[in-house]
């Protein structure tokens, strides 16, 4: 067996898990923090972050380890994509700190009359941070110029209408995912909105999906042969039938109350959308022109790293889960945990 | 080169040591307020004594924002190497990405694992496993600590490693000698050392603080004020010390293992036997001159040789493309040493105090310790200035130019984005360190936890909101 052609394999396996962690995990935190822009009340507003404060930090650590791990593992990828979105990711960066510091910020300043300021600061930084994900993403999918294995284009050229569409979808899905993660975790009136909200916001995230997967196939040929020709197709057809199952049992889930149901839907339209992007582009890390071999680190570091992880991967998870249980159950307005 | 490309350059470095300059001071912070708050709350659990709960109290809700800003400002960090160092990222990543992979998984996870059980989950999960959650968040900090600097300090002193002449990257050949590099071991210790102690004086200016405060209106300093001052003063007095002989190891591992910076720092051009210190001047890196040098015969030597008979560098050894700026670290490294000095002096001052039993009383040594509130984290920023400035025009030291490391990104972005990042970190960080000195302007609240145990949701979150620490009768103030 030869472990230069498999450990890329390997991790870009983990990377794709990594990622699709961060995307809803902290999906639903960001989405928490866009839907502050439908709910006024200063009360229900605290509810809804208290969902959020004992966990959200570690949900973004998994953005950290996702950067860390194209750094060490697939330096190739890291050193041009990050050039390729230097713009995006800086704005990313920078509405992270806002979203990041209002947690503590808008409690903190009560009194001081600047608290509305931060409240803006984690609608705002929520909202442009899930855009720019977006974006970033769909830039990836439409490839960027890379000549000798150092990006050469242009510093705006990632801004196209597909990758301002994908920036929406992941705004639109992530509001999904927040609503719906309030649905599970809070009670009364703001439950009843969020069953509200989350119809709108998953018709809007179907009509995203619809209209992302019928436009990525026409960007690149090799993106049309993988979702068309056969034998590719009979692997490739179940995943656009399952986004139509879940959306049903969403609906449904919505309309019957269901407390649970409409968050792992919610879940498991993100894991289908990721797992179609992983088809669409497999074997590439830098579509069109590097694949996950030309941008690997050498077998030494992805070697070392992989023990590590192989081990530290399911302790991380283990206690993840832990934390999560512990401030399980619904969260209302009497719960201050600020 | 361009001059375009030079000030391009220029750019990417001082956004990246803006950025990193000011991400430094919050891990710092956390390293050592977490293991402050682990003591806190390990002493409570052992003694009872509810001053100790009362601090961990007052000192969490600093530690939470303290924690987050340093999360945020760390995010930047991770993805600033690509951004701004592609051509380092994609040449020394398979050393230093693997390096920072590691700190997130042994170390980021479990911070922000169990912060959330730390802040917000006593009631939720009684005090042994609480008590474990707040060490694993402290022990967290100093994994962190560990393996970041490792990479820092194999870009310092490298090894382990070979270079592939086709790429020009670097290829891991050993991960213990990577890791375990020269300088690596004299690194974690300063650092460490230095965390403690910049947390210990603003512990300390905190607890003078209030007791000044309680001196003007007259009453007794309530028992946490005093018991604060009092722990931070023994850190004080025996860390600064400490880090004295820290810093002295690692100079001597400068000197071995890159003399220019020696050189630099001194502001020394020739190599000399019975050197001279300067204690001020201006180096000229164009004349190749110190210019207004105030020397102390024969005391260079002795510093950094232990022998007066001792020979020094001096940066004309070197070529010139190889000398670090010396105009900056020879002014970085004299503050970092004045503020050392005057930490010591502190420290030694309160235990003379403590003897004679006037700790609590000296008005004057509280104003002093007030106005030492940051010199630790003062000296930390210059020590690590003159270490990382010193390193230049290096990346990874005497193989890879800081000027061969730089991302293809054109100046007028690296422009725009050097503004964004100045006015936002002003706004957000400057808001943060105003909350944390209004905060810590409120003296800590006394066994509040006590008084309606059934109403709390949570002892710890009744001292979080700011309007109980408003509205709450300050004992001690």
Known sequence: ??????????????????????????????GIGMLFALERQEARRDVMVNTIAPVWDGNETWMVLGGATLYGVFPGAYSTLLPAFYLPIVLMLVALIFRGV???????????????????????????????????????????????????????????????????????????LGATWLIWRTTDVLEASCRKWAKLLAIGLFVCIVAVSLWTPMLHAPYLRRWTEWPNIAFVAPVPLLVIILGFLLTMGLRRGHSKGPFLCALGWFFLCLSGLGITIWPYAVPPELTLWDVSSPPSSQFFQLVGTVILL????????????????????????? | MQPTQDIALLLARFQFAFTVGVHIVFPAFSIGLAAYLAVLEGLWLKTG????????????????????????????????????WSIFSRKAGPITGVLLSYEVMTAFFLEAGFLGVMLFGMNKVGRGLHYAATCCVSV?????????????SWMQTPQGYTIDPATGRFIPADWLAIIFNPS???????????????????????????????RRAGTQASEPVRLMFSMAMWMAAFVAPLQVLAGDAHGLNTLKYQPV???????????????????????????????????????????????????????????????????????????????????????????????????FSSSVFHRVAVGMAPAGFIALLCGWIT????????????????????????????????????VVYVIVFGSGIGILCRLLTHAPVEGEHETSPSHAPDILATSTHPEVINSSPGKGA
């Open chain 1, 314 to 338: 399911p302790i991380i998870l283990t206690y993840t889960v832990y934390s999560y249980r512990v401030f399980r159950g619904k969260v209302t307005e009497a719960d201050g945990y600020h």
């Open chain 2, 140 to 152: 967290g900090t100093l994994i962190s600590m560990t393996w970041i600097l490792a990479s820092n």
């Open chain 1, 102 to 176: 209002a947690f503590e910020f808008r409690v903190m300043t009560r009194g001081t009359g600047r608290e509305k300021l931060w409240d803006i600061g984690f609608m705002g930084g929520s909202g442009i941070a899930a855009f720019c994900q977006g974006v970033i993403l769909g830039g990836v999918v439409q490839g960027i110029n890379v000549v000798d294995g150092t990006f050469v284009g242009g510093s705006m050229d990632w801004l196209t209408p597909f990758s301002v569409v994908c920036g929406l979808a992941v705004m639109c899905g992530y509001a999904l």
């Open chain 1, 1 to 30: 067996m030869d472990v230069a052609y498999w450990l890329p394999i390997i991790w870009a396996i983990i990377l794709i898990a990594a990622i699709s962690i961060y995307v809803v995990l902290d999906g639903f935190d960001l």
């Open chain 2, 49 to 84: 004594r509810t001053a100790y709960l009362d601090l961990y109290r007052y000192w969490i809700k600093i530690f939470s924002i303290v924690f987050g800003m340093g999360v945020v400002s760390g995010l930047v960090m991770s993805y600033e190497f690509g951004t701004n």
């Open chain 2, 184 to 214: 690596f071991p004299f690194r974690l210790v300063h650092m460490g050392l230095a965390a403690f102690l910049s947390v210990a004086f603003i512990v300390g200016a905190t607890g003078a603080w209030h007791l000044l405060k309680a």
């Open chain 2, 387 to 422: 270490t990382e400035v010193g390193r230049q025009p290096w990346t990874v030291y005497g193989l890879l130019r800081t000027s061969d490391s730089v991302s293809p990104i054109a100046l007028s972005n690296m422009a725009l984005t050097m503004t964004v990042f100045v």
């Open chain 2, 261 to 359: 910076k020696i050189a630099a720092m001194e502001g020394d051009w020739e190599s000399e036997r019975r050197a001279p210190e300067l204690l001020f001047g201006i180096p000229n890196m164009k004349t190749e001159h110190t210019d207004y040098a105030v020397k102390l015969p024969l005391v260079g030597s002795l510093i950094l040789t232990h022998s007066l008979n001792g020979k020094v560098p001096g940066m004309k050894d070197f070529p010139r493309d190889q000398r670090p700026f010396s105009p900056v670290i020879f002014f970085s490294f004299r503050i970092m040493i004045a503020l050392a000095m005057l930490m010591v002096v502190v420290g030694f001052w309160s235990l003379w105090l403590r003897r004679r039993g006037a700790l």
